[in-house]
């Protein structure tokens, strides 16, 4: 059984900066891609950034390109978030979760049925 850990959110000023770890016990390839996806109050959860484990071919939705960056690091089992340049639109439970249905597209990569979920961080953009 995977288990995923988000660390790294907090309160932040618009503009600013964070970056959300996720630790795994041990992503394989066979979980195809980690995924960060995000809710907030009253909204459905909506995809931000995935990464395909096998090519590292990344999704990032509309709303934050330009802005996030998903990046892993082997040895470490981690996937980052690095969150810049943020808004208040931004603030919201955010979730890293691995192994999503078979897909063939980076969109479809970043849908919000995988199998396994971290707990959550809170991002809270304020100021």
């Known amino acids: 059984q995977l288990q995923l850990v988000e660390s790294g959110g907090g309160l932040v000023q618009p503009g600013g900066s964070l970056r959300l770890s996720c630790a795994s016990s041990g992503f394989t390839l066979d979980h195809s891609a980690i995924g960060w996806f995000r809710q907030a109050p009253g909204k459905e959860r909506e995809g931000v950034s995935c990464?395909?484990?096998?090519?590292?071919?990344?999704y990032q939705a509309d709303s934050v390109k330009g802005r996030f960056t998903i990046s892993r690091d082997n040895a470490k089992n981690t996937v980052y978030l690095q969150m810049n340049s943020l808004k208040p639109e931004d603030t919201a439970v955010y979730y890293c979760?691995?192994?999503?249905?078979?897909?063939?597209?980076?969109?479809?990569?970043?849908?919000?049925?995988?199998?396994?979920w971290g707990q959550g961080t809170q991002v809270t953009v304020s100021s």
């Open positions: 990464i395909n484990l096998r090519d590292s071919s990344t």
């Open positions: 979760a691995a192994q999503p249905p078979p897909f063939t597209t980076v969109q479809a990569m970043c849908v919000i049925a995988y199998d396994y």
